[in-house]
């Protein structure tokens, strides 16, 4: 399991027993929450129950793999794709596609011509080819302007190579949402997304069930490891619920001015869990003038372009550090003495303890310059813990929503984005 310390935090234990017992009816109303199935604005927390749900993105993936696809292509921007790259990436490693990857992933999010175009100049000459591409279009609300200009350019490319070519698309949205009804229509495969689950809280629904297991990760250990997870985060006692205790924490810093998060993940890997942190703070609590500023930094890398600015500069930063304790890869230095004229004590050494050094390193740092951060450390990068860790950051966000006292699971301003697109387009 992953291991928690909050001894750096620097806030005092009777603040955090105020805090402890502010928590205390939103515990409950979470427990309450966990027997209601999807009827709650909480209702996230169930996904990993949902046998009947995985069951079905489990028959859509069979069928899907038996057309012996070379490519997948997700289609869908925020909520809707950020959760599936960032378990792909910690699972299955940022150079999944470079490696020896019998489906490779792409994914395309905003109406960028030139990225997008090389995507399209990728594909269409494996099409010719023959090469088979299956198109996930993931929408919740059926009708988010980039995701369905995207789909569309795609489709209609798919087309052109297969007359055939609905069963290599699938849809991923609300039911009876626009799109719900065009797939329908269309005799595309279509997935559920049930009515209650925000797209930021929807990475163990469909949305990021479907392409993950596409890519042959396992989908019983992600969802085990979040259903143990939701289990010790629904805990009463704070000491042992370290998504309340964390919100507690992070609450308490946010009143002593700490108003930026940083998410400080000690490898690269973790980098688009970092991405997808950003939506689940930025969207959830940044309401009513309030709001935490979510940033994420990289170990080492960002040692050198922003610790300067973490130590020295304003003391308004709270820091999460996130590191693993054993990767996929051992890699040792050789032994060469010579070298020992550039960099002293690291002959032999594996990269993994040069990596641990510097952590600790940086965390003496930050003691000495009064920097408060709590520590995690993951087992390893596996399905089952990056489910744990997943969940344990949603169940977080929405405890900190109720300390803050805004309303977690809406996104008005984000809707007011797209409405006023839809009216300016419509001109
Ligand atoms: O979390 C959210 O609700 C949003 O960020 C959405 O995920 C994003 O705007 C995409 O919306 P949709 O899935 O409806 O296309």
């Known amino acids: ?21 502010k928590l205390r009816p939103e515990i409950e109303d979470m427990q309450e929450a966990e027997l209601k199935e999807y009827n709650d604005d909480r209702a996230s927390i169930n996904l990993p129950d949902d046998l009947a749900s995985l069951k079905n993105v489990k028959r859509v993936i069979s069928e899907c793999l038996k057309l012996n696809p070379d490519y997948l292509v997700v289609v ?18 940022k150079f999944y596609n470079q490696l020896d990857s019998k489906l490779k992933i792409f994914y395309v999010d905003t109406v ?24 996930n279009g993931i929408s919740k609300s059926g009708k988010t302007t980039e995701t369905i200009a995207n789909f569309e350019i795609l489709v209609n ?53 479907f392409p993950l297991g596409m890519l042959g990760i396992n989908l019983e250990r992600l969802l085990r490891g979040a259903r143990e997870m939701k289990k010790i985060c629904l805990n009463e006692n704070i000491m042992k619920n370290p998504a309340a205790m964390s919100a507690a924490i992070e609450y308490a810093n946010y009143h002593d001015g700490k108003h930026i998060s940083n998410l400080f993940l000690f490898s690269s890997d973790l980098e688009s869990i970092g991405k997808w942190n950003r939506q689940l703070f930025g969207e959830s609590l940044g309401k009513k003038n309030k709001g935490i500023t979510p940033i994420t930094s990289i170990g080492t890398t960002d040692l050198h372009s922003m610790l300067q600015l973490y130590l020295g ?26 070298y020992d004229l550039l960099v002293d004590d690291i002959q032999g050494k594996e990269l993994a303890d040069i990596m641990d050094t510097i952590l600790l390193g940086v965390k003496a740092s930050y003691k000495i310059n009064k920097r ?14 990056i489910g744990v860790f997943l969940q344990y950051k949603m169940m977080q966000t929405m405890y900190l929503g109720f300390l803050l006292g805004v309303n977690s699971f809406n996104q008005p301003d984000v809707e007011k984005y797209k409405e006023e697109t839809r009216r300016i387009l419509r001109r």
Not at 315 to 330: E, I
Not at 372 to 385: D, Q, R, V, Y
Request: hydrophobic fraction near 40%; aromatic fraction near 10%; glycine fraction near 8%.
């Open 157 to 209: 490319l798919i087309r052109k190579y297969d007359k055939n070519y609905e069963k290599y698309i699938v849809v991923t949205t609300d039911k009876f949402s626009p799109f719900w009804d065009l797939a329908l229509d269309k005799a595309f495969n279509v997935l559920e997304i049930p009515r209650k689950i925000g797209g930021r809280y929807s990475v163990f629904s469909p949305v990021g069930l």
């Open 76 to 93: 869908g921007i925020g909520g809707s794709n950020l959760g599936t790259i960032a378990i792909q990436e910690a699972v299955l490693g």
């Open 372 to 385: 408060p951060f709590i520590s995690i450390e993951i087992p390893n990068k596996k399905a089952f813990t």
């Open 1 to 21: 399991m992953i291991k928690f310390s909050f001894k750096d935090s620097l806030i005092k234990e009777r603040e955090i027993n105020k805090l402890a017992k």
């Open 112 to 135: 960028d011509s030139d990225s997008f175009g090389d995507v399209l100049r990728i594909l269409e000459p494996e099409l010719k080819k023959g090469k088979k591409v299956i198109v």
């Open 313 to 338: 500069g304003k003391n308004d930063k709270f820091t999460t550090f996130v590191s693993v304790k054993k990767g996929n890869t051992k890699l040792a230095m050789p032994k060469l003495s010579e």
